[in-house]
């Protein structure tokens, strides 16, 4: 079974642009969560999708966003890019949103933005 | 207050030994803690998840959660090389938030 992929690798915008980062979960999953890395920060959620809703959303401006489709492939968008977005986002994929220690959620391998 | 604590690091420990990596999280009402495991360069694995107080065993990692103390660790028997990686703690809040800890890097010297 294929893994989680996400497109593209790596990006490379100036300020004030916008990106939009691709992620295809599991086959079979529904529920795709976004989280961005930096050095600093670590790991920070962002969102979660399920079933084509947004059900959580960390504490992040409204610059970003995302939808999910469909066939649960989800997209996230940044405008108005900062030179502080600059970071490895992660996408994660599960069968359903984690909510018990059953419930694995798998990791894409990123992209990684470079803001300049 | 961060949600959930992990000390960075770096903690040197030597091949064969036990490593043990603690976190320890804000929230009493917190329902499921992972650890993740994370390469240079690569997206977080899991290793273990755990939900219950008490231990719980998968190879040569033990996961041991203290919900009265707020704390999660994960110890690793004999530890290899391989084991070198930036380990992460991650709660779930609210049922469905997931919160990671800032990750501990280990070293495992030959």
């Known amino acids: 079974k294929a893994g989680v992929t996400q497109t593209p690798r790596y990006l490379i915008k100036t300020r004030g642009q916008q990106v939009t980062l691709s992620c295809s979960p599991i086959?079979?999953?529904?529920?795709v969560s976004w989280y961005q890395q930096t050095p600093g920060q670590g790991l920070q959620f962002l969102f979660e999708y399920f079933s084509e809703t947004q059900r959580n959303k960390g504490n992040f401006p409204g610059r970003f966003s995302g939808r999910q489709f469909s066939n649960s492939r989800s997209e996230m968008n940044v405008s108005t890019l900062e030179l502080g977005d600059s970071a490895l986002y992660l996408c994660?994929?599960?069968?359903?949103?984690?909510?018990?220690?059953?419930?694995?959620?798998?990791f894409g391998p990123g992209t990684r933005l470079t803001v300049l | 207050q961060k949600e959930v604590e992990q000390n960075s690091g770096p903690l040197s420990v030597p091949e064969g030994a036990i490593a043990s990596l603690n976190c320890t999280y804000s929230d009493r009402v917190s329902q499921s803690f992972f650890w993740y495991r994370q390469y240079s360069g690569k997206s977080p694995e899991l290793i273990m998840s755990?939900?219950?107080?008490g231990d719980k065993e998968d190879g040569r990692f033990t996961a041991q959660l203290n919900k009265a103390s707020q704390y999660v660790s994960l110890l690793i028997r004999d530890s290899q090389p391989s084991d070198s990686a930036t380990y992460l703690c991650?709660?779930?809040?609210?049922?469905?938030?997931?919160?990671f800890g800032s990750g501990t890097k280990l070293n495992v010297k030959p």
């Open positions: 755990i939900y219950s107080n």
């Open positions: 994660a994929s599960s069968l359903v949103p984690p909510q018990r220690s059953t419930d694995t959620q798998y």
């Open positions: 086959s079979g999953h529904r529920s």
């Open positions: 991650a709660v779930i809040y609210n049922f469905n938030k997931f919160y």
